[in-house]
C-alpha cells in the first residue's frame, strides 16, 4: 500500500468555510481516483516561515492518503492547486518508502542500548583503574 501527505497552506483571508469545502473538493477528487484519505488536520492560522505574496500567515492543511493500487489521483489534485491562487504552497510526499527504510533499520532483539560493541564499559575496582583516595 501506497502512503502520502498531502499539505498546503491557503490564503489566510479565505473564510474557514471556503477552505472546508475546498479540502473537501480535493478529498472527492482523491477518491473519485482510486485512493482513500485516511486521515485529514487542520492546523489553522499559523505563522510562515517566510512572506509569501507579502502574507506572513497561512491555513494549513494536512491530509493522509492511501492507495491499495498504487494509482492516485494526486498528479491531478497537485494540477488543480497549482491553477488555484487560494493556495499559496503545497506539497505530496510519499512515506511508505521511508516507513519501509525504518522498519529495516530497527536493532537487533538482543542488543540492548548499553551492551553495544565498542561502547565504554565501567572500570573494575580490582584493577586500579578508579579513583584513589589520597590519606
Same mark, same amino acid.
Given at each position: ?9 491557503? /490564503?489566510? +483571508?479565505?473564510?474557514?468555510? /471556503? $477552505? $472546508?469545502?475546498?479540502?473537501? @473538493?480535493?478529498? *472527492?477528487?482523491?477518491? =473519485? ?5 485516511? =486521515?485529514?488536520? *487542520?492546523?489553522? +492560522? ?6 509569501? /505574496?507579502? #502574507? *506572513? ?16 489521483? #494526486?498528479? @491531478? ?7 488555484? !491562487?487560494?493556495? #499559496?504552497?503545497? #506539497?505530496?510526499?510519499?512515506? !511508505? @518508502? /521511508?516507513?519501509? +527504510?525504518?522498519? +529495516? ?9 548499553? *551492551? ?5 564499559? @565501567?572500570?573494575?575496582?580490582? !584493577? ?8
Amino acid at each position: 500500500m501506497r502512503t502520502y501527505e498531502l499539505m498546503f497552506v491557503v /490564503d489566510p +483571508r479565505v473564510s474557514d468555510e /471556503d $477552505v $472546508v469545502t475546498m479540502t473537501q @473538493e480535493y478529498k *472527492n477528487m482523491i477518491t =473519485a481516483g482510486g485512493a482513500q484519505v485516511t =486521515a485529514e488536520e *487542520n492546523w489553522g +492560522r499559523r505563522k510562515l516561515a517566510f512572506p509569501i /505574496d507579502k #502574507l *506572513n500567515e497561512g491555513k494549513y492543511v494536512l491530509l493522509y492518503v492511501g492507495s491499495e493500487t498504487g494509482k492516485s489521483a #494526486l498528479p @491531478e489534485v497537485e494540477h488543480r492547486m497549482r491553477q488555484n !491562487d487560494k493556495i #499559496l504552497r503545497y #506539497l505530496t510526499v510519499r512515506t !511508505d @518508502e /521511508d516507513l519501509k +527504510r525504518a522498519a +529495516r533499520r530497527q536493532p537487533a532483539a538482543g542488543a540492548a542500548p548499553g *551492551n553495544a560493541p565498542g561502547g565504554a564499559a @565501567e572500570p573494575d575496582a580490582a !584493577d586500579g583503574a578508579g579513583p584513589e583516595e589520597e590519606v
